[in-house]
Each structure stands twice: as C-alpha cells, then as structure tokens.
C-alpha cells in the first residue's frame, strides 16, 4: 500500500512557475512508476507526465512538452513536477498516482492516486 501527499500548489500569474511535490509513504516507492494527472473544472481527468521506477524514462502531454519537467528522488520518496511558463489554461487539481505496472497515460493503469493538489494561474 502507498499513500500519496501532494504540496507545492497555489496561486501564481501566467507566466510564471510553480513547484509541485508528492511525497510517498512506505519503502516500496521504488517500484512503482509514476505520473501526475490533472482535472480541471467540468472535465475530465487527463494525464501531464509519467516517470519510470529509475528516474530515467519520462513521458508528457503534448501540451506540457517543453514547459513541465517530472522527476522523481527515490532516497526522499519524492516525485517532483516542475512547471514552468504557465497558462490560466493550466489550472486545474493536479493529482500524483502511481503504478505497479509500466507508466501510461491511462487512469486505470494507476492503482494509488493522492488527495489532488489546486493550481489556479490567473491572467
């Protein structure tokens, strides 16, 4: 079982960056791929980036290339999704989840999903 806590959200202008952190519980971390999703009002939940159980593999949405970067620090438990150059269109609850399986942009893939973290970039 792995428990997922997100932290770093908030308030920041177009343009600007915002750090997001998801911290995991249990010693197991470094077995799981994992990604970070996001929902914005009335729609649904769609996948931003993946990132393998070694850190090396990544993978992103078209929309995030270039702009969001995901790492992940297996000695701190810690996933990481850098976002930069942000747009009001970018606001949204970002959830970090994880998976035993290979990293997908599929929402079922991902068996441990956090409490979801509010990101709001404003004009």
């Known amino acids: 079982q792995v428990q997922l806590v997100e932290s770093g959200g908030g308030l920041v202008q177009a343009g600007g960056s915002l750090r997001l952190s998801c911290a995991a519980s249990?010693?197991?971390?470094?077995?799981?791929?994992m990604a970070w999703f996001r929902q914005a009002p009335g729609k649904e939940r769609e996948f931003v980036a993946g990132v393998s159980r070694s850190g090396v593999t990544t993978c992103y949405a078209d929309s995030v290339k270039g702009r969001f970067t995901i790492s992940r620090d297996n000695a701190k438990n810690t996933v990481y999704l850098q976002m930069n150059s942000l747009h009001p269109e970018n606001t949204a609850v970002y959830y970090c989840a994880a998976t035993s399986s290979f990293i997908a942009s599929t929402r079922s893939f991902y068996n441990y999903w956090g409490q979801g973290n509010q990101v709001t970039v404003s004009t």
């Open positions: 249990g010693r197991t971390f470094v077995t799981y791929g």
